[in-house]
C-alpha cells in the first residue's frame, strides 16, 4: 500500500530491549509484553531485537527454528492486530526447505506479514584474541531488499552485521525509506568500538533516521550482546539510546527534520552520478 502525501509527520518509535534466556515460551511472553507496554505509551512503530526468541549462536539456530508462519510469527501477527502498530519482529532461526535463515518478519497494524528480510550479510569474523564467529556455518544468506510503507514514511530493514555495508543503505535511500531499522547483537568487542559509530555514519551518509534494537545484556551468554539500543537522526544525533540491561527505548521521530537537513545540505542532489553510483542489481 502507498501513502500519497503522507499527512503524518510524526510517530513514535520504540525498541525492545529484551533480555533473552534459553526459554522460547518466556522469551516470546516477555517480548509480546513489553511490547504491549510500548505500545501503550504510544508507540506505533515496535521493534524487537536480533535473535529475540532464541540464544544467539550458531549451536542454538538449528535447535529453535521455525517456519514462517510458525509459533513466533503466528504470536507476532496477533500482537500487530490487537495493539494495532507495526511490529518488526527483531529477528528469529527460520527454517525453509532445509536451509536456515536469520530472518526479521514485519506484521502491519491487520496482523498481515508485510515482508521477510532475511539477514544479507552472514557474520563471519575473526579478531585475535577477542572474538571469532561464524554465521555461515549453520545459516545462509537473504539475497532481497526489504522495505515497508506506513502512513509516516517507508522503512527499511538490516540486521546487524548489514548495517556494515554502507550500500544497502544508499539504495534504501535511493528507494525512498526516511528510517532504517537494523535488530542486531554487537558484542563486546565490536560493540563499543563500532555500533554508535556505524548508525551515525548510515544516518549522516544518507541523511535519515537509524534504528538498532539489541537483546540485552546478559554477562553469563556465550554470546554476550552489546545492548545500548539507539536511535540516530539524520543530523547524527543520538537521539536516545539504552545502558546494556533490559529497558524499552523510546524516540518521537520528527520526518520533517528530513527535509530541512536535506535541503540545508543537499548532498542527495550533489552526487557526481557521471563519476560513480551505487546500483541496485535486484528489485
Known amino acids: 500500500m502507498v501513502y500519497p502525501g503522507r499527512a503524518m509527520a510524526t510517530f513514535r518509535l520504540a525498541l525492545i530491549q529484551l533480555q533473552v534466556s534459553s526459554v522460547k515460551s518466556d ?3 516477555r517480548a509480546c509484553s513489553l511490547v504491549r507496554k510500548a505500545a501503550s505509551q504510544g508507540a506505533k512503530i515496535v521493534s524487537l531485537p536480533e535473535c529475540f526468541n532464541s540464544p544467539y ?7 529453535y527454528a521455525e517456519k514462517i508462519p510458525g509459533e513466533s510469527t503466528n504470536k507476532l501477527s496477533l500482537l500487530a492486530k490487537e495493539c494495532s502498530i507495526y511490529l518488526i519482529g527483531g529477528s528469529i532461526p527460520e527454517e525453509d526447505s532445509g536451509k536456515l535463515y536469520n530472518t526479521c518478519a514485519v506484521f502491519g497494524p491487520n496482523g498481515a506479514l508485510l515482508v521477510k528480510h532475511r539477514k544479507l550479510h552472514l557474520f563471519d569474523i575473526d579478531v585475535p584474541g577477542k572474538i571469532t564467529f561464524q554465521e555461515s556455518k549453520t545459516l545462509s544468506p537473504g539475497d532481497t ?7 509516516y514514511c517507508k522503512v527499511g530493514l538490516g ?4 548495517i556494515r555495508f ?4 544508499q539504495v534504501y535511500a535511493q528507494r525512498g525509506c526516511q528510517l532504517l531499522v537494523y535488530p542486531g547483537a554487537f558484542n563486546l568487542t565490536t560493540g563499543p568500538a563500532h555500533w554508535e559509530l556505524l548508525q551515525r555514519g548510515r544516518a549522516v551518509d544518507n541523511q ?6 539489541s537483546p540485552a545484556r546478559d554477562d553469563k551468554a556465550s554470546y554476550v550482546a552489546w545492548g545500548h539500543s539507539t536511535v540516530v537522526s539524520p543530523w547524527g544525533e543520538v ?4 545502558g546494556p540491561e533490559e529497558t524499552i527505548v523510546y524516540s518521537d ?3 520533517k527534520k528530513v527535509a530541512e537537513i536535506r535541503q540545508q545540505i543537499p548532498i542527495l542532489s550533489q552526487k557526481r552520478s557521471d563519476l560513480y553510483a551505487v546500483q541496485a542489481k535486484k528489485p
Not at 166 to 169: G, H, N, R, V, Y
Request: aromatic share 16%; net charge negative; with cysteine.
Open 145 to 151: 531488499f526489504s522495505t515497508f510503507e506506513t502512513p
Open 159 to 162: 540486521i546487524c552485521y548489514d
Open 166 to 169: 554502507a550500500e544497502l543503505a
Open 208 to 213: 535519515l533516521y537509524v534504528a538498532t534494537a
Open 253 to 255: 521521530i520528527d520526518l
Open 27 to 29: 522469551n516470546l511472553n
Open 57 to 63: 549462536g550458531t549451536s542454538y539456530f538449528p535447535e
Open 239 to 242: 537521539l536516545a539510546t539504552a
